[in-house]
């Protein structure tokens, strides 16, 4: 009996040591228990932030132009592809129902729009006096790469058409299919792209929205009497890349410098020649 009597009081005084070692007080004053002290600091401070802000606006200034740019190009470069595939379709579809360009009755600019609108949902065949309902204007000038202005105004070019939410300006050049220079019979083989060349078609993807500009949201294709052809597609007989569709090239060689940058973009699927000069 007494041997349990001093193993129990052995136990309780060993919970009330337990106790009394994990208890503890408050200082004089003090009105809370510190928790943590290396860690504690779980919170920026108003500088930190500002700084952290500051920075992410740095970094979203000098990347969202670049982002916005790269999307433009990708816009341009899918409705050249779109309006190339278009045009194609359209010109094979003529090709089988009426015949090359040489063979048709009316001999025209307008003649060749009205071949193209019967294969393709044209919105309206627009002359020279009423560009304005073709979504461009006969008072608008036109640029080449370099911002340098080319010949004036529209009104030179032949016969224009809607096509969706861009302009298509036809003009049949050479009615016999024999080529104008320097595309014509004498500079040309059978084997080159440009072989009988009738006319062209000028591409504009934004209406008549600035800039205006050849290789930029103007771009030119060849008709053949065998196919639509790209301007600027290789081997080309006289002009070359670097004098028709290089933005830093400014002296004059009798092209417009922008109107091969289709074939590039055909080809490629990009506009890298707006950066730097660029070579087939």
């Known amino acids: 009996m007494v041997g349990e009597i001093e193993l129990a009081t052995r136990t309780q005084f060993r919970k009330s040591d337990l106790h009394k070692k994990s208890a503890f007080t408050l200082a004089e004053g003090a009105t809370h228990v510190a928790l943590c002290d290396k860690f504690c600091r779980v919170a ?3 500088a930190e932030v500002l700084i952290t802000l500051g920075i992410i606006g740095v970094v979203v200034a000098l990347t969202i ?3 916005v740019q790269k999307y433009k190009e990708k816009v341009t470069v899918n ?11 359209a010109y094979s579809l003529v090709l089988d129902d009426d015949g090359t360009p040489d063979t048709w009755e009316d001999k025209s600019d307008t003649g060749l729009a009205n071949m193209f609108a019967k294969k393709m949902n044209l919105g309206r065949i627009c002359s020279t006096t009423d560009y304005d309902n073709c979504h461009t204007s006969s008072l608008t000038p036109y640029y080449d790469l370099t911002g340098f202005e080319e010949l004036g105004k ?17 003009r049949l050049e050479a009615p016999a299919c024999r080529g104008v220079v320097p595309y014509n019979w004498d500079n040309v083989t059978e084997s080159s792209p440009y072989w009988h060349m009738c006319g062209s078609i000028l591409v504009d993807i934004n209406g008549s929205k600035l800039p205006n500009r050849y290789g930029v949201d103007l771009f030119v294709f060849i008709v053949t009497d065998r196919k639509i052809v790209p301007k600027g597609t290789p081997p080309n007989p006289y002009y070359s890349l670097w004098s028709s569709c290089n933005p830093k090239q400014t002296s004059w060689d009798g092209s417009i410098n922008g109107d091969f940058c289709a074939a590039w973009i055909v080809k490629n699927r990009n506009m890298d020649y707006l950066y730097k000069t660029v070579n087939w």
């Open 44 to 46: 920026f401070t108003l």
């Open 65 to 67: 132009p670049s982002l």
């Open 79 to 89: 409705k050249v592809l779109s309006a190339y595939s278009l045009l194609s379709n």
């Open 154 to 170: 529209f009104r030179r070019f032949g016969t224009a058409g809607q096509l969706q939410d861009m302009s298509v300006i036809f």
